[in-house]
């Protein structure tokens, strides 16, 4: 993506079935599950290079042993640096002691890390935070080992205002408002009360101090905790969590907005963000691999017991389309072919834009996540030139000659790496007019293949901010002078801000946002931006379901090509020669890609929470106001 979003997290959870010696007898180590881990954050690093974390808990230790191991990095590499930092103790005990080296029993008693039930996460910081305290997994401690909770997740939640106040309203003082400390403690206070409760009851029935404690993870009901505390939680998410004393839960929102899948046979069981990252790192196949269902939790308990219970009553489904457009891995099968489908759907609008001048079209994207894409739009020209030659051929009733009949079969869709991205430039200088010099050069091009009559189409995932196309990809792209540049987007015009994981937080950085106010100058109606802003104004006290996205009224008046030659307007200046023209994929033509994954919300304004529509009201105000603060 031409400009860089910042992207939900990464989950990884696995639940070893056997016991560690299982594994040291068939696959050569009891640190089978650390290294799968290390393989499922690494795999799932696209979701986020910022931070990460890694907790474990060892099962049925006794009194005075450390069960539950946690490190959290946000160095440079923060996976390897985590692992390292593990793999280092690891090599520090076994040399001190090598007695341990053929001892699973010695190894698990001693060593951190290992252990049956293991939690990682990848992340990206958001907002200005990326201090190791805002880092997954966090640990809510006790001395009561069922009431120890670790919980890491890909989630944002719109209430985190209502959530908190509601943890005070029963008495708690949380220490921070962060959503991920809210919903912690949510589930920390349900638990407690959870605790106590068959503590009381065990002991009406006569059972000793100690001997309540393994009865108490008997009849521990994640789920009916997980109920009660998730009854309020607006938002999208795919939260996971591991109680001290083994058991374990991953919960996916309603909507199914933020993605789940898991794997489980009689070894283990394992959820992550992506299908692709079980398949390879488990071996299994596409089928094996099932969908965590919305509104559902895939609940482990210590004895080994699995269980998908539903939590919260499913809404219309609406999984987040980014997730295919842009952040999962091209190597699922499904997203690969919904990529390609992307770029098939855009060709038809494309050959209008070059007037079916494919012999003067070179054909480009701008990596690397848009290659998929591109490929499903060079099938179509090719299809295209299928047909043209088809029909050459046959207007030649038979006549041609050897050579012609070549030369017509000879025609390719011209394909060229055109912009070829500088990853190790960097800007260090922050006056603007300084940086925009560096920043066009971002990218470099090659030189030498177009000519002065070719148009020069290039594929993006999709186009956020417009910033780096305008600074940068424009500009190169006009140094090597071709007649048009056409800068296609897999995706369709992103209108709103996202609420639910995506770092779009504000109106005022979206370039068609900023294409329908000057529309709106243009037509002479800028006035609706005042009335929106009143209308706005007058839902600030209503509840979330009563609230109405009247931002809307914004692009009500102007088709989608009219936006979308303007942000070509905005996108390029008086320094650019050739002609400039955006086109962008219809939301129909993403449904129809992506049929699994309806979410739209960022093209078309339907947010599939009430809490989004009081964030887009907020983020409105905000805009309106010159406010920088985030909309939730």
């Known amino acids: 993506m031409s400009d860089a979003l910042k992207h939900e997290c990464g989950i990884a959870h696995i639940r070893l079935l056997k016991p560690l010696e299982y594994y040291k007898k068939k696959y050569g180590t009891a640190f089978y599950g650390v290294n799968k881990m290390y393989l499922m954050m690494e795999k799932q690093h696209n979701r986020g290079q910022d931070g990460a974390g890694f907790a474990s808990i060892k ?23 985590i692992f390292a930092q593990i793999n280092e103790r690891i090599n520090k005990e076994m ?47 006790n001395n009561w080992m069922h009431r120890n909770l670790i919980v890491a997740g890909n989630f944002n939640m719109t209430n985190v205002n209502e959530l908190f106040n509601n943890l005070v309203d029963i008495g708690q003082h949380p220490k921070e408002k962060a959503d991920t400390i809210t919903v912690m403690e949510k589930i920390g206070h349900f638990l407690d009360d959870a605790v106590s409760k068959i503590y009381k009851d065990l002991k009406k029935e006569g059972y000793s101090k100690i001997e309540c404690s393994p009865l108490i993870a008997e009849r521990l009901k994640l789920s009916k905790i997980l109920k009660r505390a998730a009854k309020n939680w607006d938002g999208g998410y795919a939260m996971a969590g591991l109680l001290g004393h083994g058991d374990s839960f991953v919960l996916r929102d309603p909507a199914g907005i933020r993605p789940a899948y898991y794997y489980k046979d009689d070894e283990v069981v394992v959820v992550a963000s992506e299908r692709p990252v079980i398949q390879t790192v488990f071996n299994v196949a596409f089928d094996d691999v099932k969908e965590l269902d919305p509104g559902h939790a895939i609940i482990t308990k210590k004895s080994g017991e699995i269980r998908i219970k539903k939590i919260l009553e499913p809404l219309e489904r609406k999984a987040c389309s980014f997730e295919r457009i842009y952040f999962s891995r091209g190597s699922d099968a499904e997203i690969y072919e919904e990529r390609k489908e992307l770029g098939r759907l855009l060709m038809p609008k494309v050959l209008e834009a070059i007037d079916n001048d494919t012999q003067n079209t070179v054909f480009s994207f701008i990596p690397n996540t848009a290659e998929t894409s591109f490929f499903g739009m060079i099938d179509t020209v090719e299809e295209h030139l299928n047909e043209k ?19 017509i079969l000879s025609e390719r869709p011209r394909i060229e790496k055109i912009a ?65 540049i056409i800068v296609v987007s897999s995706a369709p015009q992103i209108r709103y801000p996202d609420c639910y994981g995506i770092d779009m937080a504000n109106l005022e950085s979206l370039v068609a946002f900023r294409a329908a106010l000057e529309l709106l100058k243009d037509n002479n109606q800028y006035h609706i931006v005042e009335e929106v802003y009143q209308k706005c104004l007058k839902q600030v006290n209503l509840k979330d379901k009563n609230v109405v996205n009247y931002v809307k009224e914004i692009y009500d008046n102007f088709s989608d090509e009219q936006i979308s030659d303007k942000i070509a307007e905005l996108l390029s200046d008086e320094s650019v020669n050739a002609e400039v023209k955006i086109i962008f994929q219809p939301v129909k033509n993403l449904h129809k890609a992506c049929p699994k994954n309806l979410g739209d919300w960022y093209f078309t304004g339907d947010y599939p929470t009430n809490g989004g529509n009081r964030v887009v009201n907020r983020a409105f105000i905000n805009f309106y106001e010159g406010n920088k603060e985030r909309a939730y």
């Open 59 to 81: 099962l049925d230790t006794t009194p005075g042993e450390r069960y539950i191991s946690r490190v959290r990095s946000i160095a440079q590499q923060p996976i390897q640096d």
């Open 95 to 141: 040399t001190a002691h090598p007695e341990y080296k053929d001892d699973v029993e010695l190894q698990k008693k001693n060593i951190p890390y290992i252990g049956e039930v293991l939690l990682g996460h990848v992340r990206y910081g958001t907002f200005g935070k990326n201090s190791v305290e805002s880092v997954h997994p966090f640990l809510r401690q």
């Open 389 to 407: 030659k088809t029909k050459s051929i046959l207007a030649g009733n038979g006549k041609l000659s050897a050579e012609r009949v070549t030369e």
């Open 420 to 484: 070829i991205k500088d990853v190790k430039l960097r800007t260090f200088i922050t006056e603007d007019s300084s940086r925009d010099d560096l920043v066009a050069h971002v990218y470099d091009v090659t030189y030498g293949v177009i000519k002065p009559t070719d148009n020069l189409v290039i594929i993006d995932d999709s186009i956020v901010r417009g910033t780096t196309l305008k600074k940068s990809i424009i500009k190169m792209m006009d140094r090597l002078r071709p007649k048009k």
